[in-house]
């Protein structure tokens, strides 16, 4: 005999989840730069002239080129030692004269002394003679100053812009549970 039997099918119930996640937004502004500068600088060059100072005066008088005060000048001192060496010859004779007495000969030497022409002076010279022209040079002076102006620089930085949105998840039902039974194997009167 076959009994009657009872089927039993059930479903489960399932959730479902919806994510949403936008993308995070980041912005950054450049900075705002400003630079500002004088486009000259300003330079300042001084110079003090060089100078040359020759001095040809004794070279001139070398070659007999003299004014008239320093020929003037020049003959009256070669005038005033001829006029002593001529005293200190005399008064070197008067003196050999004096001692006369004592035989040694003094007039025999005084005229031999007198008689005599003195020997001609040969000498190699040049005109102007060396190191008779005078040269003094001053080399002056440079001096240079450079005043530099500075360059003015500014900057205003911009912080960056961040945008972060939430994340969200949403739940929602996807399968309902269910239930359901069935009598399976032999007829069943259902109408009672």
Do not use: C
Not at 44 to 50: H, L
Not at 133 to 159: C, H, L, M
């Amino acid at each position: 005999m076959t009994l009657p039997r009872l089927e039993i099918s059930t479903t489960r119930s399932e959730v479902g989840l919806q994510t949403e996640r936008p993308q995070i937004q980041l912005r950054q502004q450049a900075a705002d730069l400003q630079i500002q500068q004088q486009y000259m600088d300003n330079l300042q060059i001084s110079k003090k002239a060089s100078k040359l100072y020759i001095d040809q005066t004794e070279a001139f008088a070398d070659a007999n080129l003299k004014s008239v005060f320093r020929f003037t000048k020049d003959f009256s001192q070669k005038a005033h030692q001829k006029v002593l060496s001529y005293i200190q010859k005399q008064a070197q004779q008067g003196d050999q004269l004096m001692k006369i007495e004592n035989g040694n000969g003094a007039i025999g030497h005084i005229v031999a002394e007198n008689s005599q022409r003195k020997p001609k002076e040969i000498n190699y010279g040049t005109i102007p003679k060396p190191f008779a022209v005078k040269i003094n040079y001053d080399p002056g002076e440079t001096s240079i100053r450079v005043n530099r102006n500075t360059v003015d620089i500014q900057i205003n930085r911009n912080e960056p812009q961040l945008t972060i949105p939430k994340w969200q998840t949403q739940a929602y039902l996807k399968q309902k549970n269910s239930i359901s039974f069935q009598a399976v194997g032999t007829q069943v009167n259902r109408g009672l």
